[in-house]
């Protein structure tokens, strides 16, 4: 099965958001146009799932406006999340169906599973173990201050089992952006991000071959990348 794997730069939110939307009209219109996956940064946006408290959003509208930071209530599953510079994000659009070669109850949870091993097989590039945290979605490492996420995951299946939103991982942004919020409500444990544990700079474009290797390796897919549209 073929994924097309597009880098798209830095997006504004909404307007990935658009984009998700039509990539899943399309393939509910024609099933057999191909997945794919869309790698993108976004500037400083706060996102509160549908599952969400809006009370973890810690920053009124008018602090919100004042510092230069996006917000939206969004249709994913989850609670509030950060996107900025530095993270890399990625909305994989993709027929469940199509990937596992089956229907049925379980196919949501093997996804968000597959998605944070993917993660963690890409972390494990660079000398990093990721893991899992029973009873809590993403992928988290060990840190001096114990457990904290440097990935979050919040996917929306729609009918016919076609995926949109995804996940995020820290590879080097601002992580002071996340005391603005109770990251997925989540207040005994913080984040971290990748350069921070390796303790050298590390860029979004180092981290994406890694990526999508693991990607296609756990999918079980053969990844048709973009090359142009890849940063340099």
């Not at 998605?115 to 990093?128: D, K, N, Q």
Request: with cysteine; charged share 20%.
């Amino acid at each position: 099965m073929k994924i097309d794997v597009e880098w798209a730069g830095q997006v504004d939110y909404l307007e990935a958001w658009d984009r998700q939307k039509a990539l899943v009209a399309e393939r509910l219109e024609r099933p057999e146009t191909p997945g794919k996956i869309l790698l993108l940064e976004h500037p400083p946006t706060y996102t509160l799932g549908r599952n969400g408290r809006l009370d973890n959003l810690l920053l009124s509208e008018d602090e919100l406006t004042a510092r230069g930071i996006a917000f939206y209530q969004v249709d994913r599953g989850g609670d509030i999340t950060y996107h900025g510079p530095g993270q890399l994000v990625g909305y994989p659009i993709l027929s469940l169906k199509r990937v596992y070669a089956q229907q049925g109850l379980g196919l949501v949870q093997r996804y968000v599973t597959d998605l944070e091993e993917m993660v963690i097989r890409t972390l494990a590039e660079f000398g990093i173990a990721g893991q899992r945290f029973a009873g809590h979605r993403g992928v988290w490492v060990e840190t001096p201050n114990g457990l904290d996420k440097i990935a979050a995951v919040g996917v929306r299946i729609q009918k016919d089992g076609i995926t949109s939103h995804g996940f995020a991982l820290n590879v080097n942004p601002d992580l002071t952006y996340f005391d603005n919020i109770i990251p997925c409500g989540i207040r005994d444990h913080g984040v971290a991000s990748l350069a921070q544990l390796v303790a050298r700079p590390v860029s979004v474009a180092q981290v994406l071959p890694s990526l999508i290797a693991a990607f296609a390796d756990v999918f079980q897919v053969h990844t048709n990348v973009l090359a142009e549209c890849l940063p340099a």
